[in-house]
């Protein structure tokens, strides 16, 4: 089953934040976020598995709610190489794979 | 080499041609992972494989049919495809996982893109 995210796609102005959402209908193992840009690979950002953990680098963190089976990833004072294509994959209590949501496109402009 | 590389970048093909995607990873990674992804349409997942055994088939046609020699190269072998299986094809590794999950991060390839025609 596929998460959902939201927004679907945001436009920042350099240094405002902003969250996506990324939310499922199972019970999850863990939350990975990726992120893409155009025209490359998509490229690992960070995991939270279950427990509620809270993770973050530089100005990039993200939260996961087990309960609500929801995660959200916070962008903050955003840059212009945060633009890209957002993806949350997550993982149920089984199997080996990931199922990922649709994306979320962050443009962020000058 | 480094990371995740993938052979062809770039690959056109006819609906009775066979072709073979190529994959290959130096990250001594144990799990290797096929994706498609079409326009606006999630990430999604074809196979994957642990130590060589291939563990997910994620309701794949039979026209798409993978192989794994040794958890360093994954190909993905291509007949009588149809226009609707143009895409970007992405290749990922990572540690194995467990049973009960535990999906470690996954380093993915720059792709191949397939048009079908």
């Known amino acids: 089953q596929q998460p959902v995210q939201s927004p679907q796609a945001v436009i920042l102005r350099e240094g405002e934040d902003a969250v996506i959402n990324c939310s499922s209908s199972?019970?999850?193992?863990?939350v990975h976020w990726y992120r893409q840009k155009h025209g490359e690979a998509p490229v690992f950002l960070m995991i939270?598995?279950?427990?509620?953990e809270q993770k973050g680098h530089d100005k990039i963190s993200a939260s996961f709610n087990e309960k609500k089976q929801q995660s959200s990833l916070y962008l903050t004072a955003s840059q212009l190489s945060y633009s890209g294509t957002y993806f949350c994959?997550?993982?149920?209590?089984?199997?080996?794979?990931?199922?990922f949501g649709k994306g979320t496109s962050l443009l962020v402009t000058p | 080499e480094t990371g995740v590389t993938q052979t062809p970048r770039h690959l056109v093909m006819g609906m009775t041609n066979k072709k073979s995607l190529k994959c290959e990873q130096h990250?001594?990674?144990?799990?290797m992972y096929w994706y498609k992804q079409s326009a606006k349409k999630p990430l999604e997942l074809m196979f994957v494989?642990?130590?060589?055994?291939?563990?997910e088939n994620n309701s794949v046609p039979s026209r798409f049919s993978p192989e794994c020699p040794n958890s360093s190269h994954l190909f993905l072998h291509l007949h009588t495809l149809q226009p609707e299986d143009s895409a970007l094809y992405l290749c990922?590794?990572?540690?194995?996982?467990?049973?009960?999950?535990?999906?470690?991060?996954?380093?993915f390839g720059p792709g191949t893109r397939l048009t079908v025609t």
């Open positions: 990922a590794s990572s540690q194995a996982g467990m049973t009960s999950g535990g999906v470690r991060e996954q380093y």
């Open positions: 199972k019970a999850l193992y863990s």
């Open positions: 939270l598995l279950k427990g509620g």
């Open positions: 994959g997550t993982e149920g209590n089984s199997g080996y794979a990931l199922n």
């Open positions: 990250l001594g990674h144990n799990a």
């Open positions: 494989y642990n130590f060589k055994e291939q563990t």
